[in-house]
């Protein structure tokens, strides 16, 4: 049986795994400096296995740091400008940003606003957060979060994660009126639920919940954008070595975290790009998703990066391979999912079981005759 920890690790509360502790840093506004993307890339040579994942909230693990180098790593992001004042700040600090904010924009000023309101939420639960997603339109609307500001047609508007329509938001009001549907949220019982798309209770009745998000925008995609150069990562893992190479002899002054497994360049048009890095939207690699799998996680009983690799020129659409029934390296349903279970895997179509028990030979067997 999987254990759910049941919270996200952060940089002051770390999580133990099979190669170490791992390390999640949360750069504000999902932004960091040429100098401290530099230092972090330093800091996960020096005190990790050298890699970097990127995850779908936007932030950064640091993988492989052993009880030595905790400290250490520690001492380093801080001063970096990368640690908050106490682990449960940290915690709270699960705010998803429109990738492409702009300086004191809607999306950015809603962040930060909430950034320095934290104390004044309730108690939620560990995993849930907020999407600051104000731009032209939704961009994070398939990503992870509870509570949701958006544009709608006449104004920003506020969405709980399950409903299709949220409220007509005012000018300066916003994180008002989304700090109130959060104690909603605890005084309602949501706790029992744990998210808010699982939590059934009526919307409050002091608001009307007729606004409708405009239609999403597409998410960036590899290659290059108006704020710079886009680049994905296998599985989402970044070679820290890899990266610092392409800061040094580029000309990117900040990178942006995204949610989908690529960061952005800023200001860059193009760059001698290791292989690590991908500006290549259709490149297979940026398919499919793996979680670490075995031995580096506890929880999965089979290995996965090294099948997902051989799988990702024979499966068409999304592919997910997981060592766990706990599927956490993607967030929504793929179009084909391997599940790892007792050193083999669960073979799911379209959400379908199509066989159980695979060894990979077996597995990579199929879609070859597929």
């Given at each position: 049986m999987a254990e759910v920890k049941g919270w996200c690790p952060g940089a002051l509360r770390p999580m133990q795994s099979g190669d170490g502790w791992v390390v999640r840093v949360r750069p504000r506004l999902a932004?960091?400096?040429?100098?401290?993307?530099?230092?972090?890339?330093?800091?996960?040579?020096?005190?990790?296995?050298?890699?970097?994942?990127?995850?779908?909230?936007?932030?950064?693990?640091?993988?492989?740091?052993?009880?030595?180098?905790?400290?250490?790593?520690q001492d380093a992001l801080a001063a970096l400008g990368l640690l908050d004042a106490s682990p449960d700040l940290e915690a709270r600090r699960n705010i998803l940003i429109a990738p492409d904010w702009a300086q004191g924009d809607d999306s950015a000023r809603l962040w930060l606003e909430l950034a320095a309101r934290l104390a004044e939420l309730p108690d939620l639960p560990a995993k849930m957060g907020f999407a600051m997603d104000a731009g032209a339109a939704p961009i994070l609307q398939n990503d992870p979060a509870d509570f949701r500001i958006e544009r709608g047609l006449n104004s920003l508007i506020l969405r709980a994660e399950g409903r299709t329509m949220g409220m007509a938001l005012e000018q300066g009001q916003e994180i008002d009126s989304l700090i109130a549907l959060a104690r909603w949220f605890v005084e309602s019982g949501g706790r029992a639920a744990g998210r808010m798309a699982r939590h059934m209770a009526p919307l409050p009745d002091w608001a009307a919940w007729g606004a409708k998000p405009l239609a999403p925008r597409p998410s960036l995609a590899p290659g290059e954008n108006a704020l710079g150069l886009v680049v994905g990562a296998g599985f989402g893992q970044i070679i820290a070595r890899d990266l610092a190479q392409v800061l040094t002899t580029s000309a990117a002054q900040a990178i942006r975290i995204t949610p989908w497994r690529c960061l952005v360049l800023e200001g860059v048009a193009q760059a001698h790009l290791p292989?690590?890095?991908?500006?290549?939207?259709?490149?297979?690699?940026?398919?499919?998703?793996?979680?670490?799998?075995?031995?580096?996680?506890?929880?999965?009983?089979?290995?996965?990066?090294?099948?997902?690799?051989?799988?990702?020129?024979?499966?068409?659409?999304?592919?997910?391979?997981?060592?766990c029934v706990k599927a956490c390296a993607r967030s929504r349903s793929a179009d084909t999912l391997l599940i790892g279970q007792g050193g083999r895997f669960d073979l799911y179509k379209q959400g379908a079981l199509l066989a159980k028990a695979q060894s990979p030979a077996q597995i990579l067997a199929h879609f070859r005759e597929d």
């Open positions: 932004r960091l400096s040429r100098v401290q993307a530099l230092g972090l890339c330093e800091a996960a040579q020096t005190h990790g296995a050298g890699l970097i994942d990127l995850t779908n909230r936007a932030n950064l693990q640091i993988r492989g740091v052993s009880d030595e180098s905790l400290a250490p790593l292989d690590s890095l991908i500006a290549q939207a259709d490149h297979p690699a940026l398919r499919v998703d793996a979680c670490a799998g075995a031995p580096l996680c506890p929880q999965a009983t089979v290995q996965t990066r090294p099948l997902a690799r051989e799988l990702a020129a024979y499966v068409q659409g999304s592919l997910h391979v997981s060592g």
